[in-house]
């Protein structure tokens, strides 16, 4: 962690650390997610037989990139820097995030690299992961620091639920959610007190691949025009084509409206990020790659508040 980043974690995600039960009980949970990050790498370089097999997969990917970012492994993927297994927390939401690790090794990483557990497996611990203590303390702090008195919101790939949730909480009037899985659709429906593809009372939770959907885009115009703000909350990496559906978004938006950013990268947490993406990402991306897809699509940095401690955090604007 640079000073920097550090410092700009402490500064906006207080909250979050005094939950997590200071600075010392957060270095001890990261550390676990750093140790676990390194066992599965390992456990995935004698399961493929090369680093460039381990890495074939997105856990793999997201692995290595990570362990390369901290040098702790090499180009090759040798580890070349020893890391100790660290001290278990006592504190309730920082011991939560380090069971959520065990539960992963628990299924074993190589086998979920491999494609090996059931999809209801992987979708049962994301699950459980939104809704724990740690999360939702995340998630409200980003929102406390960058949704200001938006109207109407757009959340790409919305998954159950609980941003929308929130948001709506503090006041969003109009609100269209979209998924391209419609277990999370039909979760996200019922979590909101609406049916899928129902516009309606405020808010909106439909089922599409991209907003590039010609069905989608139309339905998002009827519910409500251009919108303020786009909330995109560790969305970037389920998309198939970020660039392509983060412009297409723009064309929703109403111009200076602000676009939200939060997004795990390859310099987070290593072990948080490998779990995550086991879940169906399509991409990893270090907090350079994020800014770049932005631009690409035509967005513009308004205010960048850190890197990639706690992870990617900004606010930019559509033209």
Not at 26 to 34: E, F, H, M, V
Request: aromatic share 12%; glycine share 8%; net charge neutral.
């Amino acid at each position: 962690m640079s000073f920097f980043d550090e410092l700009g974690a402490l500064r906006y995600y207080r909250r979050f650390i005094e939950a997590g039960g200071g600075i010392g009980e957060i270095r001890k949970a990261l550390g676990w997610s750093t140790w676990y990050a390194v066992k599965w790498w390992e456990e995935l370089r004698n399961r493929f037989s090369s680093s460039e097999a381990a890495k074939g997969s997105v856990l793999g990917r997201a692995l290595y990139l990570s362990l390369m970012a901290r040098g702790i492994i090499d180009d090759e993927g040798k580890v070349v820097k020893r890391v100790e297994r660290p001290e278990r927390p006592t504190n309730p939401y920082a011991v939560e995030f380090v069971e959520l690790h065990d539960s992963f090794d628990a299924l074993g990483a190589a086998e979920v690299a491999a494609g090996r557990v059931g999809r209801e497996k992987l979708r049962i611990l994301y699950s459980s992961m939104l809704a724990q203590g740690w999360y939702n303390i995340m998630r409200e702090t980003f929102l406390d620091l960058v949704l200001k008195g938006y109207s109407s919101v757009i959340e790409p790939h919305c998954k159950e639920g609980q941003m929308a949730y929130a948001a709506i909480k503090r006041g969003v009037e109009k609100y269209f959610a979209y998924d391209p899985d419609p277990d999370d659709v039909e979760a996200a429906a019922a979590l909101l007190g609406t049916r899928p593809g129902s516009c309606s009372d405020g808010v909106c939770v439909y089922h599409a691949a991209s907003i590039c959907d010609d069905a989608a885009r139309a339905a998002a115009e009827s519910f409500a025009g251009r919108f303020d703000a786009m909330l995109v909350f560790h969305t970037l990496y389920w998309m198939a084509d970020p660039i392509a559906e983060l412009s297409c978004a723009r064309n929703l938006l109403r111009p200076g409206a602000a676009v939200l950013v939060g997004q795990q990268v390859v310099e987070s947490t290593p072990g948080l990020l490998a779990i995550v993406v086991s879940f169906g990402a399509k991409h990893v991306f270090k907090w350079k790659d994020v800014e770049a897809a932005l631009k690409a699509a035509g967005y513009k940095l308004e205010r960048r508040y850190v890197r990639y401690t706690p992870y990617y955090i900004a606010v930019w604007t559509a033209s």
